[in-house]
């Protein structure tokens, strides 16, 4: 079983940034597919960043359009954290984040909800005008 807890989130200003950090424990973190999902008041959960095990040692990040280019997800696999720099805030992106974590996503599902087996509680954020 894992456990993820999401820290970071708060209020911003547009043009702002935020730093959301993922704790995770339970399992063998480096070799764990991590994804970023975000869910607005009456909106379904969506794709946000996902940084995905491809390799023996590397790994690959990807990202939803409405963020390319502002957000970057990245990890620290020492202290088994994944990270969702966000810079350029919008009000937008105003939402809840959740840390994902997954074993059987693949090239086709990183971006679903469903692929992904554990969930952490969420951090809220909120970027004003």
């Known amino acids: 079983q894992v456990q993820l807890v999401e820290s970071g989130g708060g209020l911003a200003q547009a043009g702002g940034s935020l730093r959301l950090s993922c704790a995770a424990s339970g399992r063998t973190f480096s070799r764990s597919d991590m994804g970023w999902f975000r869910q607005a008041p009456g909106k379904e959960r969506e794709f946000v960043a996902a940084?995905?095990?491809?390799?023996?040692?590397?790994?690959?990040?990807y990202y939803a359009d409405s963020v390319k280019g502002r957000f970057t997800i990245s990890r620290d696999n020492a202290k088994n954290t994944v990270y969702l720099q966000m810079n350029s805030l919008k009000p937008e992106d105003t939402a809840d984040y959740y840390c994902?974590?997954?074993?059987?996503?693949?090239?086709?599902?990183?971006?679903?909800?469903?692929?992904?087996?554990?969930w952490g509680q969420g951090t809220q954020v909120t970027v004003s005008s």
């Open positions: 994902a974590a997954g074993t059987r996503t693949s090239s086709d599902s990183y971006y679903y909800t469903q692929a992904y087996e554990y």
């Open positions: 940084n995905r095990w491809s390799g023996s040692n590397t790994y690959s990040r």
